[in-house]
Structure formats: C-alpha cells, structure tokens
C-alpha cells in the first residue's frame, strides 16, 4: 500500500510541475492541462517507440518466466 500512495504522490508532484512549466512556457491553462494529463498525446515517434519497446521487453519477459515455470511443474509432476 505504501508503494502505490509513494507512487500516486510521485505521479501527482511531477505532473503539477510539467503543468507549471508548459504554462510557464506561454501555453494557456487547457492546453498546459491536456499535455500533464495526456502524456502520451505529446510523444515524439522516437520516444513512443522506446515505450513500446519496454512494455513489449516487459511483457516477453512475463511469458518466458510463464513459460519457464509452466514447463519445470510438468517435468516435476
């Protein structure tokens, strides 16, 4: 529990500080809103595919162990 409040805090702490930085930098109020709640929406194609990359490194990661654990119960059992 501890860790999902240090991350929602965390979360909410960087959020506000791009919000005041986009509108330091000249934006108005709702597109300085839309860019801290939507971070995805102001990626450059680099960087979106560098996400992409991680989840996906993530998630091939989640099916070898899967896979792995799945195939050392059948051999035991």
């Given at each position: 529990?501890?860790?999902i409040?240090?991350?929602?805090?965390m979360?909410?702490?960087?959020?506000?500080f791009?919000?005041?930085?986009?509108?330091l930098e000249?934006f108005?109020?709702q597109?300085?809103?839309?860019?801290?709640?939507?971070?995805?929406?102001?990626?450059?194609?680099?960087?979106?595919?560098v996400?992409l990359?991680f989840?996906?490194?993530?998630?091939?990661?989640?099916?070898?162990?899967?896979?792995k654990?799945?195939?050392?119960?059948?051999?035991a059992?």
């Amino acid at each position: 529990m501890k860790i999902i409040g240090i991350t929602v805090l965390m979360m909410g702490c960087l959020m506000s500080f791009s919000f005041w930085l986009d509108y330091l930098e000249g934006f108005d109020l709702q597109t300085a809103f839309r860019n801290a709640t939507s971070p995805f929406r102001v990626m450059d194609p680099a960087e979106t595919i560098v996400f992409l990359s991680f989840i996906l490194t993530v998630l091939i990661e989640i099916i070898v162990y899967s896979y792995k654990k799945r195939k050392g119960k059948a051999k035991a059992g």
